[in-house]
């Protein structure tokens, strides 16, 4: 078998010449001669962990007892291949690393279908299984194999969030788990792949200190989530968001909000977005390797709907990313220009950005202003006197 399933190779099995096995009725429905030897040696080893390449099962379950050949010929014919395969399949007991590793293929099967209630049934029978790493191939339907545990596997999926659920409690860990090829979190795996906002909340709620885990590119899910959702919603609404809390501590992180503190009419975007900040609003002020904000990813990406609610809100929570610049001397004005020389969104992004700046400046220009009054009405008498 195969990590995909079981394979059959037709061409093993594929008969060389009738007449030298029909002939013959412990034969009768064997391989040919020519491949017999082969499949004989690859189930003893395989199946049975043994270099023998006799009868795979002991004489006494076939019925073969005697020690010659009138013997055994009148206890009846040897077993055929299908006996063989049966016994050594279900009456054998295999080692319990052929048993973990088949379970986890079960697992990994019922994932790629989606089949999330018989997926649930074998963690609840077998809980170890949640915190069993298994080697996926292109990982995330990327172009690179990895490691990563049934946890990561579901959010790639667009799983029900009671499974995430399911997961998290046998396996608690596994929520600050990194995958072996990207040292990314269930929640990097959930933001990129498009998982759905109360997939996004229940991750959130069970384990806080993922939403600004790095990965191998220094990227927060904020990142992915960005870069990545389409539904935020109209760019003519308007939008707010409430922190709690006070945002300008890195460390600090906020409890998730209540299911009843979002609006069901928004867009899933925009309420995953909410929970990420919310959680912990230090969010927005995370560099990746090449000192990119999340407001720069907005801002590369303003062509698309809803991109000027997601500059609005991270502007409202971080004013001063306005200023942010990457490694490249590049500012959030400036990522626009990625996003197209022309698309029907632009005027409206450079629009926000510039007034979101020129509010910084006058801003600065007061408090500069009051600390020179400040000054002045701190003056000693006898110097006012004398002027």
Same mark, same amino acid.
């Given at each position: 078998?195969?990590? &995909? ?19 013959? $009725? ?16 690859? *189930?003893? #080893?395989?199946?049975?962990? !043994? ?10 379950? /076939? ?18 291949? %299908?006996? =063989? ?35 649930? #049934? ?8 949640? =915190? ?11 172009? $690179?194999?990895?490691?990563? %545990? ?36 269930? %929640?990097?795996?959930? /933001?990129? /792949? ?5 997939? *996004? =909340?229940?991750? @959130?709620?069970?384990?806080?200190? @993922? ?28 939008? &707010? *968001? ?19 503190? $979002? ?56 004013? #001063?990313?306005? $200023?942010?610049? !990457?490694?490249?001397?590049?500012? +959030?004005?400036? /990522? ?19 007034? +979101? ?31």
């Amino acid at each position: 078998g195969s990590q &995909r399933g079981f394979a059959d190779n037709d061409e093993a099995f594929e008969d060389g010449n009738d007449d030298s096995d029909v002939a013959d $009725y412990a034969e009768g429905d064997l391989p040919s001669r020519q491949d017999r030897a082969a499949v004989v040696q690859s *189930i003893s #080893q395989g199946i049975t962990g !043994t270099n023998d390449d006799s009868l795979l099962l002991d004489g006494a379950i /076939c019925g073969v007892v005697g020690d010659n050949d009138e013997q055994q010929s009148a206890m009846g014919p040897p077993p055929n291949l %299908l006996q =063989r395969l049966f016994v050594t399949r279900f009456l054998q007991s295999p080692a319990d690393g052929n048993r973990k590793q088949a379970s986890i293929l079960q697992l990994h099967n019922l994932l790629r279908k989606e089949d999330w209630s018989l997926a649930s #049934q074998i963690l609840q029978s077998k809980p170890e299984l949640a =915190r069993t790493w298994h080697n996926i191939d292109r990982l995330y339907g990327g172009r $690179y194999d990895g490691e990563a %545990l049934p946890i990561h596997a579901a959010c790639a999926l667009h799983p029900p969030p009671s499974f995430i659920k399911v997961l998290g409690t046998l396996y608690p860990e596994g929520l600050m788990e990194k995958d072996k090829s990207f040292d990314r979190v269930p %929640l990097h795996v959930a /933001c990129r /792949c498009l998982a759905e906002s109360s997939v *996004i =909340r229940v991750l @959130c709620e069970m384990d806080p200190n @993922c939403v600004v885990a790095r990965d191998r590119l220094k990227r927060v899910p904020l990142h992915y989530l960005i870069k990545n959702y389409c539904a935020f919603g109209d760019d003519e609404d308007d939008v &707010r *968001i409430s922190i709690d809390g006070d945002i300008e501590d890195d460390n600090n992180v906020t409890n998730a909000t209540s299911d009843d503190d $979002y609006d069901d009419n928004e867009e899933d975007g925009m309420t995953a977005l909410k929970i990420l900040i919310r959680t912990n609003p230090s969010s927005v002020r995370a560099a990746d390797h090449r000192g990119w904000l999340p407001i720069h990813v907005a801002s590369s990406c303003s062509s698309r709907k809803g991109m000027g609610r997601v500059l609005k809100v991270l502007l409202e929570v971080w004013p #001063q990313s306005i $200023y942010a610049k !990457t490694e490249k001397e590049s500012d +959030a004005l400036d /990522c626009v220009e990625m996003a197209g020389k022309v698309h029907p969104r632009k005027e409206m992004v450079i629009s926000l950005l510039t007034e +979101a700046k020129c509010k910084m400046e006058d801003c600065n220009h007061d408090d500069v202003a009051g600390e020179d009054d400040d000054d002045d009405d701190d003056r000693p008498e006898s110097i006012d006197k004398k002027e």
